[in-house]
């Protein structure tokens, strides 16, 4: 039975909505960026630097989805690592958003920020593995 006067229980139904908030956020900006690249930018940038702006729409939705998943799986089973989404949050602003400025700029450097982004999802996806192990590994 759920217990309404836990304050474990609220701190999972804000989690969640956070979660829930951020992939949308995520899932509107995927979109606001895909249909800029695709009817603003496609003439304006170089076939190259369209190639990194569609890189970074896609990985942006991936991740939005995967975001929003999480927000479902921590509805229902009630944990998952905090450290999970405070790596896959600035990960996605590293990865796409270096993408999206090396596009509009062409100045090398943000190319070269990418990968940190790349490297903060990854680990973050990573250890959700390894949370949700642990989590089944538990006798109930």
Known sequence: ARNDR???HYEKIGDTMRLSQLGTFCCALGVVCGAFGAHAL???????????????????W??????????????RSGTVDRAVWY?????????????YLYA??????????????GSLLLIGWVRLGFVIHRERAQPK
């Not at 496609?42 to 942006?60: F, H, V």
């Not at 991936?62 to 509805?75: E, M, P, V």
């Not at 790596?87 to 993408?99: D, E, H, V, W």
């Not at 509009?104 to 982004?117: A, D, K, L, Q, W």
């Open 62 to 75: 991936y991740h939005a989805l995967g975001i929003l998943a999480l927000g479902a799986y921590r509805n």
């Open 104 to 117: 509009f700029t062409g100045f090398r450097t943000f190319g070269m920020i990418t990968p940190v982004g």
């Open 42 to 60: 496609e003439k304006r940038l170089s076939p190259d630097a369209m190639d990194w702006w569609q890189t970074a729409t896609t990985y942006l």
């Open 87 to 99: 790596l896959i949050t600035p990960g996605i602003l590293l990865f796409s958003g270096s993408l």
């Open 6 to 8: 836990d304050p474990a």
